[in-house]
T-cell receptor
Framework: QQQVKQSPQSLIVQKGGISIINCAYE??????FPWYQQFPGKGPALLIA?????SEKKEGRFTISFNKSAKQFSLHIMDSQPGDSATYFC?????????????FGSGTQLTVLP | ETGVTQSPTHLIKTRGQQVTLRCSSQ?????VSWYQQALGQGPQFIFQ???????GRGNFPPRFSGLQFPNYSSELNVNALELDDSALYLC????????????FGSGTRLTVV
């Protein structure tokens, strides 16, 4: 059962444009929502994260918007650059026993055209 | 400060065989988690190790097992390999089991033929 749904599957944006990726979740036990960036041949790297008591978080060109009542959150990349071309994953964190686990979305392949 | 290192980077095995993947955690991190990432999919949680014991597990069968050593490094063992086990296996370390932040390694690409 997919607990975090991510869209779109792929996204093409012109350099300088805004990239928007959306995620929705079902499990109200999730209490931390990170976004990861993954380049080919590499593991995911943490980009930015938010807790559900905050509606927006901005770090440089990256912003997370969070809507707790709708169980949705999104990543906005402002002034997108060719170097941002990568696969982006939203994730949600929950406790599993005494461990903490991440449930990932299916990913969005972003291509930024020069 | 070294990051998370995994070995080998690539591996080809035959269906029914057994495989062991290795992970060295980031300096100062005592907790290791393993994830399976099928092609075109997001990573899925396999299990987490802390103090040399499994302290959390995802929806994976018992033929997926692990170990953690006193230096916090870890192994993932998969028995009776199936074709669907072909994936990128990611190791992630964190300073504590309840910590929100992970550092991922670059993974081991396993192909089962």
């Amino acid at each position: 059962q997919q607990q975090v749904k991510q869209s779109p599957q792929s996204l093409i944006v012109q350099k300088g444009g805004i990239s928007i990726i959306n995620c929705a979740y079902e499990n109200t036990a999730f209490d931390y929502f990170p976004w990861y960036q993954q380049f080919p041949g590499k593991g995911p790297a943490l980009l930015i994260a938010i807790r559900p008591d905050v509606s927006e978080k901005k770090e440089g060109r990256f912003t997370i918007s969070f809507n707790k009542s709708a169980k949705q959150f999104s990543l906005h990349i402002m002034d997108s650059q060719p170097g941002d071309s990568a696969t982006y994953f939203c994730a949600a964190s929950s406790k599993s026993g005494s461990a903490r686990q991440l449930t990932f979305g299916s990913g969005t392949q972003l291509t930024v055209l020069p | 400060e070294t990051g998370v290192t995994q070995s080998p980077t690539h591996l080809i095995k035959t269906r029914g065989q057994q495989v062991t993947l290795r992970c060295s955690s980031q300096s100062g991190h005592n907790t290791v988690s393993w994830y399976q990432q099928a092609l075109g999919q997001g990573p899925q949680f396999i299990f987490q190790y802390y103090r040399e014991e499994e302290n959390g597990r995802g929806n994976f069968p018992p033929r997926f097992s692990g170990l953690q050593f006193p230096n916090y490094s870890s192994e993932l063992n998969v028995n009776a390999l199936e074709l669907d086990d072909s994936a990128l296996y990611l190791c992630a370390s964190s300073p504590a089991p309840e910590n929100y932040g992970y550092t991922f390694g670059s993974g081991t690409r396993l192909t089962v033929v």
